[in-house]
């Protein structure tokens, strides 16, 4: 069913229930990777609250979480230059650091988060994207935990807005 976010209207692309047992088996993944650390989850702010929340509620191991929040976007067009907008709360120092993300496309905002938190001398660095757009990719960041990959089209939904409208859906939406 097409819905309609502001001026655009948007089909149904990853359904609630497809995007909750990927996540799941992703959360397992990470446990088992983790060989006893206690990782800190960091979410990319604004689009990576309900990635973080459900993501977390399937790891089984001890984690910490807090939250970042960078800007990269007007209405549907990356604007190429990354703003950091709130920072890091927590020491990372000699811990391992999951960034989740809700989406990675051209890879800037991982380029300076990277920056970032490198700064900061963590032990390791893990890159989690629920979505991946390989197409518009161009960095060389290694993303260790992808949940899709998807086509360069836009969407919406499950905590993606469309000039902040559009993130409350509990299912991903391409623009048609």
Known sequence: MEIQVL???????????????????????IESDMNGEVPVFIGVLNGSFMVLSDLVKHYKGACEMSFVKMASYIGTQST?????????????????????????????TLVTLKDIFDQHKPKNVKIFTLCLKPEAYTKDIPLDYVGFEIENKFIVGYGMDYDKHGRNLSEIYQIK
């Open 7 to 29: 001026d655009k209207t948007f089909i149904p692309f990853i359904d609630a229930e497809k995007i909750d047992v990927r996540l799941k088996a992703l959360a397992a993944q």
């Open 80 to 108: 190429n230059k990354v703003t950091q907008l709130l920072g890091l709360d927590v020491d990372v120092t000699d811990r391992v650091v999951i960034l989740v993300e809700d989406i990675v496309d051209t890879g800037n």
